[in-house]
């Protein structure tokens, strides 16, 4: 039997990936809807993925009832993670892939107070409401992990920057923002004149075990060890 056309041969991947469900259903919903401002397709998540950042925000946040942003939050790990280390917090969950939501909204049911959101930006987020932010694993791309010398076939620093940018000022000043495997850096960004790092040099790691690639404000490859992912905190007006 000859081999099916490149076509016909995408469109069974797509049908068999629908077929198996979880996050293979979810990536091909991504494929399918294409959401607007997408980042990593891929919606692999699981609880307690990262004790030393969910750790630091727990020590950070002071008020009594924080409230915490999850960027990127999949299908709720990273929810529920976050009320069992703040079980006070008031948590909001955006995610861009609308299966992924749909899973979240029905894992946190009943879990306390979150709330999740399907869009794409921090857009409808007033300014300065959040004590912390997180975007953990969404600014990057399954397929830059071979570290190809240009990244802007897949992401583009500007998208990186303007999402970024309605993120950091999604902080309230002395709240923190948190980046973790980004292919691009925090500090490449305007907005983070108004931060000061808590704690950074974090490691990275892609496909295999490699380091994970990260690019310039020109979509250019840097070398790894140029990565600024960490805890950042916004500055006061007296700081
Ligand atoms: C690899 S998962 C990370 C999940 C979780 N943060 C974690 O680290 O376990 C990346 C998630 O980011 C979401 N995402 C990518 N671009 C986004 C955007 N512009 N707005 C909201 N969510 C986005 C994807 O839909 C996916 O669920």
Request: proline share 7%; with cysteine.
């Amino acid at each position: 039997m000859p081999a099916p056309r490149r076509g016909l041969r995408e469109a069974l991947t797509l049908a068999k990936a629908l077929a198996v469900g979880g996050e293979r259903r979810e990536a091909a919903v991504a494929a399918l809807v294409r959401p607007e401002n997408l980042f990593q397709p891929y919606t692999t998540t699981s609880p307690n993925r990262y004790p030393e950042e969910f750790g630091i925000v727990r020590l950070e946040l002071t008020a009594a009832e924080p409230r915490v942003l999850s960027f990127g939050c999949s299908s709720g790990d990273e929810l529920l993670t976050l009320r069992d280390y703040i079980p006070t917090a008031r948590i909001t969950g955006i995610d861009a892939n609308p299966l992924a939501v749909r899973t979240a909204r029905k894992r946190v049911a009943g879990a306390g107070p979150i709330t999740v959101v399907k869009a794409s930006d921090a857009s409808r987020e007033t300014p300065a409401s959040y004590d912390a932010v997180l975007a953990l694993a969404v600014f990057r791309h399954g397929a830059l992990s071979a570290a190809p010398p240009r990244c802007e076939e897949y992401l583009r620093f500007a998208d990186f920057e303007r999402t970024v940018t309605g993120l950091a000022a999604a902080v309230k000043p002395g709240g923190v923002f948190v980046i973790r495997h980004a292919n691009f850096r925090f500090t490449d960004c305007a907005a983070a004149a108004g931060y000061e790092l808590v704690l950074g040099g974090f490691e990275s790691a892609g496909a295999g075990g490699l380091p994970s690639p990260v690019y310039g404000r020109d979509n250019e490859l840097l070398a790894p060890e140029q990565r600024d992912d960490g805890v950042y905190r916004r500055l006061t007006a007296a700081g």
